[in-house]
T-cell receptor, first 118, second 113 residues
Framework: AQKVTQAQTEISVVEKEDVTLDCVYETRDTTYYLFWYKQPPSGELVFLIRRNSFDEQNEISGRYSWNFQKSTSSFNFTITASQVVDSAVYFCALSEARGSAAGNKLTFGGGTRVLVKP | EPEVTQTPSHQVTQMGQEVILRCVPISNHLYFYWYRQILGQKVEFLVSFYNNEISEKSEIFDDQFSVERPDGSNFTLKIRSTKLEDSAMYFC???????????FGPGTRLTVT
């Protein structure tokens, strides 16, 4: 069974500080997909990034960067120079690839609440 | 930019009543999902739907739940006899391709009294 663990329940930083969110996953599949979603106070779930298990190239997108380490089953997310608008709950999620046409459910971690203070 | 929409935004119902939550997925998407989030907790998968049938469902998705795509645009979740523990935010999501990113609607907050 697949499992996602986000050990940090809440992180509080001052604006302009960097913040790194940890995500550790478990799966028996060799092909899988990892995601980060953001849930701002308004409640919607906003897609941030998708990575497949064969793509360990880390990426930077603006102030966001991701560090995928297959050897340690981790998919960490960093916000550089945080801003107040980054305050939200961030969810890591895992989807196992299926050969059938069945849709691939997302298994979410418990989320990390990020509070950026001015 | 296309988006998933959900109605109503908030539904209050009495225990034992039936509710129908509605979703309009992104038009060219083929895979549809329902998730729920009990206040302050993680997002949980309920059901996935493809080619007009359920492709997977979780343990939560018991006989009280059903899904339907009554026409080419709407995707509904029905709870036949609501319980207090069904109170949660219900999210609809859709994706264009298998294992693709899922785009979520704004959610329907269901309150069962």
């Amino acid at each position: 069974a697949q499992k996602v663990t986000q050990a940090q329940t809440e992180i509080s930083v001052v604006e302009k500080e960097d913040v790194t969110l940890d995500c550790v996953y478990e799966t028996r599949d060799t092909t899988y997909y990892l995601f980060w979603y953001k849930q701002p106070p308004s409640g919607e779930l906003v897609f941030l990034i998708r990575r497949n298990s064969f793509d360990e190239q880390n990426e930077i997108s603006g102030r966001y960067s991701w560090n995928f380490q297959k050897s340690t089953s981790s998919f960490n997310f960093t916000i550089t120079a945080s801003q107040v608008v980054d305050s939200a709950v961030y969810f890591c999620a895992l989807s196992e690839a299926r050969g059938s046409a069945a849709g691939n459910k997302l298994t979410f971690g418990g989320g990390t609440r990020v509070l950026v203070k001015p | 930019e296309p988006e998933v929409t959900q109605t109503p935004s908030h539904q209050v119902t009495q225990m034992g009543q039936e509710v129908i939550l509605r979703c309009v997925p992104i038009s060219n998407h083929l895979y549809f999902y329902w998730y729920r989030q009990i206040l302050g907790q993680k997002v949980e998968f309920l059901v996935s739907f493809y080619n007009n049938e359920i492709s997977e469902k979780s343990e939560i998705f018991d006989d009280q739940f059903s899904v339907e795509r009554p026409d080419g645009s709407n995707f509904t979740l029905k709870i036949r006899s609501t319980k207090l523990e069904d109170s949660a935010m219900y999210f609809c999501a859709s994706s264009e391709r298998l294992s693709g990113e899922q785009y979520f609607g704004p959610g329907t907050r269901l309150t069962v009294t």
